[in-house]
């Protein structure tokens, strides 16, 4: 279908976003041509806001407005232990729990040599002199459950523990209130591996 330039290229704008098919990127577009003005520009402004003024903390890798992160300077973090992500969303998620009040590190991506990805393009490097130059008595890694997530683990284990530095590993296996008729093999072997004494 035809579309005039300035909403083609919208709709092709939207499209390149993750999880964005071209019907939902139609949609947005369409959407946000019938937005008033001001809130329009204040979209736009909070797009160049997000991408001018954030940065990533020299210490652990996230996200921040400042250098330092809040998290880093937090003198009321514990300093013994640091929580591995991938990205700064999965420190996101890990802080709306509430449970954890360690230190984290982002490393921006997993190794993948299928994708040619080396521990070199990847953030491991500071965070082997942060283990090197502090107090840290555990590194909880915390990867997603796939290939390179696991690959990376592995890596980092191998790394780490000569040091004499205890390296642990989120638990994998059923979510709460799922069926285990729906579960595949992999999920249930871990949920078995995993298992705990009640």
Same mark, same amino acid.
């Given at each position: 279908? *035809? *579309?005039?330039?300035?909403?083609a ?5 939207f ?16 959407? @946000? ?16 806001? /997000?991408?001018? !003024? ?9 996200l ?5 992160c809040?998290?880093? @300077?937090?003198?009321? =973090? !514990? ?13 996101? /998620?890990?802080?709306?729990?509430r449970?954890y009040?360690?230190? *984290? ?8 040599p ?8 990847i953030?491991?490097? @500071?965070?082997?002199? =942060? ?9 909880i890694?915390?990867?997603? /459950? ?16 000569? /040091?004499?530095?205890?390296?642990? =590993? ?11 008729? *729906?579960?595949?093999?992999? @999920? ?6 995993? =298992?705990?004494?009640?």
């Amino acid at each position: 279908m *035809y *579309y005039p330039e300035p909403i083609a290229r919208l709709i092709e704008s939207f499209s390149k976003l993750p999880g964005i098919g071209q019907k939902t990127a139609t949609r947005l577009a369409f959407y @946000t041509i019938d937005m008033e003005d001001q809130d329009v520009n204040e979209f736009a402004k909070n797009l160049l806001s /997000a991408k001018r !003024d954030l940065s990533f903390c020299s210490i652990c890798g996230n996200l921040t407005e400042s250098d330092p992160c809040a998290i880093c @300077t937090d003198p009321t =973090r !514990d300093r013994t232990t640091i929580l591995v992500v991938e990205e700064s969303k999965d420190v996101l /998620a890990m802080e709306k729990i509430r449970e954890y009040r360690g230190l *984290y590190h982002v490393l921006h991506g997993t190794i993948s040599p299928m994708n040619g990805i080396s521990p070199d393009e990847i953030n491991v490097k @500071t965070l082997i002199t =942060r283990l090197m130059d502090s107090e840290v008595k555990e590194v909880i890694i915390a990867t997603n /459950a796939t290939s390179d997530g696991e690959a990376t683990a592995m890596y980092l284990a191998r790394m780490i523990k000569p /040091a004499g530095i205890k390296v642990t =590993r989120l638990a994998r296996g059923l979510a709460v209130g799922s069926d285990i008729e *729906y579960a595949d093999e992999i @999920t249930l072997s871990k949920a078995v591996e995993n =298992r705990l004494e009640i």
